[in-house]
């Protein structure tokens, strides 16, 4: 009984009394009930005659642009192919801040070397790539989304001069709720996230987890403003140990081979001189490396 989706005004059928669901992706098997009623329901006051038709839109002609995306869900796989006249294919999910999810792009035929790129609703790019996976296969990995929304993945290939063009594809794409329900997001050995620091938001969580004996790198660069980067460590028990506000170069803040006291859930905090009094802003860069594994 639960409502999937409803209209009063089919939105190809302007200055008409229709209404249509169009592009619907029915994402589990099952039966589904069609409710067909007048503006108000039982409180409404029209009525009249209709007629009532359901039509399953061919699988090739979804996902050719940005507005006819192809809906997905976690633990979803889907097939598809690109050519010369369809270079790119759109997927879309919704999801929440701090969800942590995988997209695989795994080659099925033809010698494309493949790119999976990852949109948000604004349609800017947020990561992509191209060789993160076996051979010409990419992988977005472990990538903690910074927002609750719709996002999109777009499946196409390379640039690459003389690089095959036509091929087919297989997507899946998995996601799972952060360790903090999106309070904070998650970060990994080898990542690197973006955010701004400014009176609005004086600082930006993160958390990760280490071992006993992990030599890590944390370094946290201005990107743009006159922003005098601050970066702070904690323990699961939001413990103080370790800081930097000038160990880069030119206001960065920087803490080199730092050796993990346990194994935790450690808490960064990318934020800025003297945090909430603080006068500076402006666009950073937050890089987390392992140097050498205390495992």
Known sequence: GLVLVTNDDDPLAEGTLDAGIRGYTVLSSGVYLIVATRF??????TEGSYALSVEQTPPDELGTS???ARLMDYGMTVEGEIDQDVPVRYYRFNARRGDVITAMLSLRSGGV?????LLDEHQNEVVQDDDGGDGTNARIAA???????TYYLL???????GGARVGGFSLQLSGRAGVVGGRALEIVYGATVSGIIDNTTSSEEYVF???QGDVIRISMERA???????????????KQIMFDDDGGNDQDALIQQFIL????????????????????SGAYILTLDMIRSGG
């Open 261 to 280: 006291p346990r194994d935790d859930m450690y808490i960064l905090v990318a934020s800025r001189f003297d945090r909430d009094t603080g006068t500076t």
């Open 113 to 117: 070397d493949l790119l999976l790129r």
């Open 66 to 68: 940005l507005e006819t």
């Open 40 to 45: 108000g329901d039982r409180a409404g006051d």
């Open 143 to 149: 990538y903690t989304l910074p927002a609750s929304g």
């Open 224 to 238: 743009s403003g006159d922003l005098d980067a601050l970066v702070t460590l904690y323990d699961s028990e939001r």
């Open 209 to 211: 987890f280490g071992q």
């Open 155 to 161: 499946a196409t290939h390379t640039a690459k001069p």
